[in-house]
């Protein structure tokens, strides 16, 4: 993949650590997220009858973690967590984490309220027929998976005659 070499007149990196949140950020994140919602209503991809929802956000490894529904998204946000300083970063890098459940990789965000933040869109643009009720609760039952432990662990035969008997039976 090409990507552009940074200079000054274009970097979009912030000058100075970014601070972490001592408290549950997402009452913030989803106002946030409804301000720019206003600015999308005429986009093709909006959907009307959603919400801009936020479950509140959990402490996972010093950093805040959570979802965010949005008329036109669902997306993974990881936000600095209490007493964390992260190093600034160009808007647009990504980043893979592992978390419980599975590796993500996350872009490199920002808005007016938080200038810096990882999201990782899980369903974009929404289905037409989600409801808002189900798309709650698909923000809610998202940021439970990505933070459970898979409940089993694949096996894998390391033999390929093993994986020809299996299709043929």
């Known amino acids: 993949m090409y990507r552009h070499e940074k200079t000054l007149e274009n970097s979009t990196a912030l000058e100075g650590v970014i601070t972490g949140f001592e408290q549950d950020p997402s009452a913030l994140f989803q106002s946030a997220m409804e301000a720019v919602s206003k600015e999308m209503q005429d986009l093709p991809f909006y959907r ?33 967590g209490k007493g964390q300083q992260w190093q600034p970063r160009e808007l647009g890098d990504k980043l893979t984490i592992q978390l419980p459940y599975k590796s993500l990789t996350f872009t ?59 299709m043929v039976k």
């Not at 973690?65 to 997306?75: D, K, N, Q």
């Not at 869109?121 to 039952?141: C, G, I, K, M, R």
Request: aromatic share 8%.
């Open 48 to 80: 009307h009858g959603i919400k801009c929802y936020c479950p509140k956000f959990v402490l996972f490894e010093n950093q805040w973690i959570g979802t965010v529904v949005t008329p036109w998204m669902l997306s993974v946000v990881i936000l600095p």
């Open 108 to 166: 490199v965000s920002g808005i007016a309220q938080i200038p810096q933040y990882l999201s990782c869109s899980l369903h974009s643009p929404l289905n037409a027929v989600l409801s808002n009720a189900q798309a709650v609760q698909l923000a809610q039952d998202c940021l439970r998976m990505i933070l459970s432990m898979p409940t089993k662990t694949p096996s894998f035969d390391q033999d390929r005659r093993s994986l020809f008997r299996a």
